[in-house]
Nanobody, 121 residues
Framework: QVQLVESGGGLVQAGGPLRLSCAASGRTFSSYFMGWFRQAPGKEREFVAAITRSGGNTYYADSVKGRFTISRDNAKNTVYLQMYSLKPEDTAVYYC??????????????WGQGTQVTVSS
C-alpha cells in the first residue's frame, strides 16, 4: 500500500509563508486525486486542497482559496502545498492522501504522521 511522509511544517508568524511536501512510496498515485487535509486539536480532520492526477485541475476549501496552492510532481511522487498569508486559524497538523474523490480521501483509514503547522499572532 501507499506510504506517505509529510514534511515542511514549523512555527511561522501570521502573514508568513510555508511550503509543505508529501512524499509517497509503495503503491503510489493510483487514484485520481491527491489532497491535503488538516486537523486541529479537538476538531475533525478537514479538507484543504486537492489536485488531479495530471495536475490540470485543483480544488480548495473556501477558507484557503487565494492563499494556498497545491501542486504535484509525478516523477518524484510528491505533492506540495504552498501557503501564503498564514493565519492563526491555519494552525493544525497537515496530512496528505489519495483517492477517487475528496470524500474518499477524507474517509481513508491510513494516514501518515502529518506535519505540524503553528501560526503565531
Amino acid at each position: 500500500q501507499v506510504q506517505l511522509v509529510e514534511s515542511g511544517g514549523g512555527l511561522v508568524q501570521a502573514g508568513g509563508p510555508l511550503r509543505l511536501s508529501c512524499a509517497a512510496s509503495g503503491r503510489t498515485f493510483s487514484s485520481y486525486f491527491m489532497g491535503w487535509f488538516r486537523q486541529a486539536p479537538g476538531k475533525e480532520r478537514e479538507f484543504v486542497a486537492a489536485i488531479t492526477r495530471s495536475g490540470g485541475n485543483t480544488y480548495y476549501a473556501d477558507s484557503v482559496k487565494g492563499r494556498f496552492t497545491i501542486s504535484r510532481d509525478n516523477a518524484k511522487n510528491t505533492v506540495y502545498l504552498q501557503m501564503y498569508s498564514l493565519k492563526p486559524e491555519d494552525t493544525a497538523v497537515y496530512y496528505c492522501n489519495e483517492g477517487p474523490t475528496v470524500q474518499a480521501m477524507l474517509g481513508r483509514d491510513y494516514w501518515g504522521q502529518g506535519t505540524q503547522v503553528t501560526v503565531s499572532s
